[in-house]
């Protein structure tokens, strides 16, 4: 299904999206991967969901990627006598391991390894930043803390801690068998929440065993110092603002989200901006101006993929949500500006054979009247590193593999088409200009970009480039055998 647009839109699944038809629906009108929030529902629920995927995949023709957003651990304090308490600004207020029912000076944190890393003048926030603790004095099961900013707590809010690196696997049991399961299943990506550490990922990548690429969420601050280090051994990224916004001052997320893209780009590594896109769209069939100036920002920097998340899953308006940013990034994308953005953002690689000819890809592209990349990959990093290009063409990725197919759905650009395995470099070219002109990429009197690899199917070995006619008398004329 070949979009206008080159950005991907990804939509959350839930119980404003969870039928047959409403997942086509979605699929159509621009949605190029769903995410399961395995936050929400059961593992009989998720399969249903990934059960309607594949059968609108199947029904559609087109290949869709599916990615699953683990929960992470989830700090949170415990219960009140009354339910809730006010806090007071300057009062004294007491986190311990008590599991007595709280009041107005004190409740239980039941996260022992939170008190063995907290320090004197350590920040504790509550309920989404809206309250703010400062830590005065604590021990291995207590802290003396301050009021900063005060407001209603309640029973089991959330609670970060931004100024200390946790002692804290980035998988829970639970994620642990989430993770299992929707490998098992057959998803494309899995979301890594809690990331703080490259060895958080490096964890995951041996549960995983290959079987769906790992994606990192960066929402603590500890993950962006170390977010080098996190992204070498990650193969995409998302920029989770909402964490980001509670932990940080929100006026460092902006910077941050064009730091850690460009990075992302510059490795040839899907990067999602997500969280609060179009959050006035889960009650209204209009966003905001705003909002859609926060689209697009994200567009313009290049990232690979924009999120719903509760617009898509629990809104009123999940159609109209998806239809809002598919025309935003059109708009957006036809632009003069954006390519003069895209290009003067673009870092030069060119640390071996395949980066020197997806960079030869895309000037040949960009001087001559090719309507097309045609690449042929196995793992899909031909196509990736194509994608980092941001070529002014669009890119078709051929692969015999279903499963490259489904995870290239989240790279910028990328149209992937199936193909049968092929031993010829011929047969490669005449395979990728049927497909450009089957997709509507390109007619007869028209020329197109192929890469490959010799010897086939091994991945990569990316190092042929041919300038070839979409009229194949004419490739045979040149090359009978």
Not at 141 to 152: L, N, R, S, T, W
Not at 158 to 173: E, K, R, T
Not at 208 to 235: C, H, M, Q, W
């Amino acid at each position: 299904m070949r979009r206008q647009r080159n950005v991907k839109i990804v939509a959350t699944l839930g119980p404003a999206s969870d039928t047959h038809e409403m997942i086509a629906a979605l699929h159509k009108q621009g949605a190029d991967v769903f995410r399961l929030n395995m936050s929400h529902g059961s593992h009989e629920e998720i399969r249903a969901k990934h059960a309607m995927i594949r059968a609108v995949e199947e029904e559609l023709g087109s290949t869709i990627g599916i990615l699953a957003d683990l929960q992470g651990p989830k700090l949170r304090v415990g219960v009140f006598a009354k339910e809730s308490e006010d806090l007071v600004e300057g009062a004294s207020f007491r986190l311990d391991l008590d599991e007595t029912p709280g009041d107005a000076s004190r409740v239980c944190l039941p996260h022992p390894e939170i008190f063995a890393a907290l320090e004197e003048g350590a920040s504790l926030l509550v309920n989404d930043g809206k309250i703010r603790l400062k830590v005065k004095t604590c021990g291995a099961d207590f802290a003396e803390c301050e009021v900063v900013f005060g407001g209603a707590i309640s029973n089991r809010k959330g609670v970060n801690v931004p100024d200390v690196l946790l002692p804290l696997a980035a998988l829970s049991d639970k994620d642990r068998a989430d993770l299992e399961f929707v490998c098992d299943l057959g998803v494309d990506w899995l979301a890594l929440s809690f990331v703080q550490r490259p060895e958080d990922v490096d964890e995951a990548r041996v549960l995983t065993k290959g079987r769906a690429a790992i994606l990192s969420k960066i929402e603590k601050p500890s993950a962006v110092e170390r977010f080098d280090d996190i992204l070498a051994v990650s193969d995409g990224i998302m920029v989770a603002r909402g964490d980001l916004g509670v932990e940080l001052p929100v006026s460092a997320v902006p910077p941050i989200q064009k730091r850690l893209v460009r990075r992302c780009r510059a490795v040839g590594k899907p990067v999602i901006v997500a969280t609060q896109m179009l959050e006035s769209m889960i009650d209204s069939p209009m966003p905001t101006r705003a909002e859609v100036s926060d689209v697009a920002t994200a567009i313009y920097e290049g990232a690979d993929g924009v999120m719903l998340s509760a617009e898509s899953a629990a809104g009123s308006y999940p159609l109209e949500a998806v239809a809002t940013m598919d025309n935003v990034a059109i708009e957006v994308e036809r632009d003069a500006t954006y390519r003069q953005i895209i290009e003067a953002s673009r870092t030069a690689s060119r640390s071996g054979i395949a980066d020197a000819m997806v960079s030869a890809a895309r000037e040949i592209a960009e001087t001559t009247d090719v309507k097309a990349i045609c690449c042929f990959t196995h793992s899909g990093t031909t196509a990736a590193l194509t994608a980092r290009e941001r070529p002014r063409v669009p890119i078709i990725a051929l692969t015999p593999l279903v499963r490259t197919a489904r995870r290239l759905a989240l790279s910028w650009g990328v149209n992937c088409v199936l193909t049968e395995e092929l031993d010829r470099f011929k047969l490669a070219v005449v395979s990728a200009v049927r497909a450009a002109r089957e997709e509507g990429f390109a007619q007869e009197t028209d020329f197109v970009v192929v890469l490959a690899g010799v010897p086939f199917n091994v991945p990569g070995t990316t190092n042929i480039l041919r300038v070839a006619p979409c009229d194949e008398r004419l490739i045979f004329a040149s090359d009978p055998e």
